[in-house]
């Protein structure tokens, strides 16, 4: 993670956030706890916090399919649990359709 170091005391940027009332207790109440100034604990929150770019569209479309897949899965399982036996065509089919899938997700994001 690249780190942002502010050069001298300068600061050149006034910035108005406006809270409600949890937000602005939750605030006060770490200030508080640590024992510093708004200020610097928000600098401090901005300097260390570590930002996550939300995912696309084809993120979601592969975890659609996993969870396909998982409930298929689990279905197989109670069956098998229930009549104590294992649907091999189900099965293989379930597997295959995995398999296949995997090699897509590989071959796209590796």
Request: hydrophobic share 35%; proline share 1%; aromatic share 10%.
């Amino acid at each position: 993670m690249k780190r942002y170091v502010a050069k001298g005391r300068a600061r050149h940027y006034r910035l108005e956030v406006k809270l409600n009332e949890i937000e602005y207790e939750k605030l006060r109440f770490d200030v508080e706890r640590i024992n510093t100034t708004m200020s610097d604990y928000i600098r401090s929150l901005i300097l260390k916090a570590e930002i996550k770019e939300r995912p696309g569209y084809d993120f979601y479309e592969v975890m659609k399919q996993m969870s396909r897949i998982g409930v298929n899965l689990n279905q197989i399982a109670k069956k098998a649990n229930t009549i104590n036996s294992i649907d091999k065509e189900q099965y293989e089919l379930e597997s295959k359709n995995w398999n296949k899938f995997m090699r897509e997700v590989k071959n796209k994001y590796l």
